[in-house]
């Protein structure tokens, strides 16, 4: 008496079936994690060349302005997301000697990842200091 041979046809396709969305779910959290950390050392970027170039100048409006440029040069590589909201503000008094704060954010937006369920908004925030000269003039910004 022969047993009859077992065939392994379609076991192939079973574990595609199988492993396809668990592949498929790591790929995409794999993809929302460069996102945020893309975005968290633009950010961090940002905030450093901001605080830099507005402690070299002469007021806050200059300082506030310099800040801008930054943010706007260094977020041009960022998600399209977090390219409209991203913003850059002095956080501390301008005053000579005193450290200079400035403090970026930018929404990130999950939706076109929502296979994952992790679809909204994330908010990131960084904060860079730099110092002002102590012993060079700063002016408040009325009085050229």
């Known amino acids: 008496m022969r047993?009859?041979?077992r065939t392994e046809r379609g076991?192939?396709?079973l574990e595609m079936v199988i492993l396809a969305p668990?592949?498929?779910i790591?790929?995409?959290f794999l993809l929302a994690c460069g996102r945020y950390f893309q975005t968290s050392s633009l950010l961090e970027n940002a905030a450093r060349d901001g605080a830099r170039?507005?402690?070299q100048e002469r007021s806050l409006g200059q300082a506030q302005g310099k800040v801008d440029?930054?943010?706007a040069r260094t977020m041009d590589q960022a998600v399209e997301s977090c390219k409209t909201s991203a913003s850059g503000a002095i956080t501390t008094g301008f005053a000579a000697g005193t450290p200079l704060s400035v403090e970026v954010t930018c929404t990130i937006d999950y939706r076109d990842l929502g296979l994952l369920g992790i679809g909204g908004d994330t908010t990131i925030?960084?904060?860079f200091s730099?110092?002002?000269d102590p012993y060079r003039g700063v002016r408040d910004g009325e009085n050229p």
Do not use: G
């Open 69 to 71: 440029e930054a943010v």
């Open 3 to 5: 047993r009859p041979q």
């Open 22 to 24: 668990i592949l498929l």
């Open 130 to 132: 730099s110092s002002l």
């Open 11 to 13: 076991t192939m396709a």
């Open 53 to 55: 170039s507005a402690s």
């Open 125 to 127: 925030t960084k904060q």
């Open 26 to 28: 790591l790929f995409f």
